[in-house]
């Protein structure tokens, strides 16, 4: 059995036993398991959300050596330890990275995901436009391009990334949703798409990280780099009435936002409409005894909405 079948059918019977977990922070995610009597897991939580090593027994004998031989199992002094975690968004489940994420092709789910689907479904919720085609830039998980597809059926979804891991995971969490409105190929931001979009959602990474692995680094200026450049490219791209969601990070500096600063001339259209808040006004601060964040304040959480006005 290939991988990614692997995979699927370990999703399938994750849904159907009723798993559920929401995954936190790196931080958070060690700390519980360094907890005394977490180093084994005993439940598939355990195995799937916290990633710890368990005995063999826990899953049926055939679904177990089927996994061990795909290598989504693998040996861990004698037990066993999944290569993959599994977390729950709404009624969705989704597979992504092992913890800790620290290879650079790995897929990243988190607070900051959460985050970004409730930006999303705000949107939904609210928007006026008819979304016949829409985006999700730097996928990952493919979480925003599902929530989409599932609100709009009828729209023609796009999932997009560099890493072929990610997309690899999407077309799995898409096939295990139930999902046909959903493509998924790869892309650098927008470089190999064509045409114009109703909406556009990106979740970009927006760290600034020394080994910059592509799931954490955001480029240079603090990690706003490539949050920057979404925003000028996805504009050029967006339809009348359409809409850019971005969910982002920004290293405040003295009281000063330098992501805003550098794309507030651009915004600042007759043709455009924008809203822009912090989410949460502190995450990740242990990235602040990192080099190169010196003279950070502290990472905020934000939230952009461009919305290209219809004509008149």
């Not at 490219?233 to 805003?260: H, K, M, N």
Request: hydrophobic content about 40%; charged content about 25%.
């Amino acid at each position: 059995m290939s991988g990614q079948s692997a995979l699927l059918q370990l999703g399938q019977l994750l849904r159907n036993s009723g798993y559920s977990f929401v995954t936190p922070t790196p931080v958070t995610h060690q700390r519980v398991n360094d907890r005394a009597g977490n180093a084994i897991g005993r439940t598939l939580r355990d195995a799937f959300g916290w990633n710890r090593s368990f005995e063999q027994g826990l899953l049926p004998p055939s679904d177990e050596n089927e996994l061990i031989e795909s290598g989504v199992l693998e040996r861990d002094h004698g037990r066993l330890k999944s290569t993959v975690r599994w977390s729950s968004l709404d009624n969705l489940l989704l597979v992504h990275s092992a913890f800790p994420t620290t290879q650079e092709d790995s897929v990243f789910f988190g607070p900051d995901t959460y985050r970004f689907a409730q930006t999303i479904e705000r949107h939904l919720r609210s928007t006026r436009c008819v979304i016949k085609r829409a985006v999700d830039i730097g996928c990952g998980t493919g979480a925003g391009a599902m929530l989409i597809a599932r609100a709009k059926p009828e729209a023609e979804v796009f999932a997009v990334d560099i890493n072929p891991k990610a997309l690899d995971f999407t077309r799995i969490n898409v096939t295990l949703a139930g999902l046909d409105n959903v493509v998924c190929h790869a892309s650098n931001v927008l470089n190999e798409t064509e045409g114009r979009f109703d909406l556009i959602v990106a979740n970009p990474p927006y760290m600034k990280d020394s080994r910059r692995r592509a799931y954490r680094h955001g480029g240079d200026a603090l990690g706003a780099d490539l949050s920057v450049r979404i925003v000028h490219e996805s504009l050029e791209c967006l339809s009348e009435g359409g809409s850019l969601l971005l969910y982002t990070g920004v290293a405040i500096v003295d009281g000063q936002d330098p992501f805003l600063a550098s794309v507030k001339e651009t915004l600042d259209q007759a043709t455009l409409d924008w809203h822009y808040r912090e989410l949460d006004p502190d995450v990740f601060g242990e990235e602040l005894l990192e080099a190169g964040y010196e003279q950070v304040d502290r990472i905020a959480a934000v939230e952009l909405i461009v919305t290209r006005h219809l004509p008149v």
